[in-house]
């Protein structure tokens, strides 16, 4: 996971991810791990999708683990249409949330 957050940040100082950036401090933020998960920030645009798609395809093919689609999920904030945001999800294909919180089969 460390290649993971490397290959993130080296993508993020070529310009090639936009992380999003914190409204109090604005701080940017592209990633954070957390045990056994992970959780990806980046603006909302088709070209970033496919930088998120070559960058965990590049890692998959460095370390052969692979990302589970089934359990993963993408939560779009509330300034992206749905027509973009299915698109996007689509062409990760990983489905979209609206609640990170229970997005995983909890009650």
Do not use: Y
Request: charged share 15%; proline share 4%; aromatic share 8%.
């Amino acid at each position: 996971m460390e290649r993971l957050g490397h290959l993130i940040s080296t993508m993020v100082n070529r310009g090639e991810w936009t992380p999003i950036k914190l409204p109090h401090n604005g701080r940017l933020l592209s990633h954070s791990f957390f045990a056994d998960d992970l959780i990806l920030f980046e603006v909302a645009l088709m070209e970033q999708v496919q930088v998120i798609s070559g960058c965990l395809e590049e890692f998959g093919v460095a370390s052969g683990q692979q990302v589970s689609r089934p359990k993963s999920r993408i939560f779009f904030s509330k300034n992206v249409s749905t027509s973009d945001s299915a698109n996007m999800s689509n062409t990760l294909g990983i489905p979209a949330t609206s609640n990170l919180v229970c997005s995983w089969g909890c009650q």
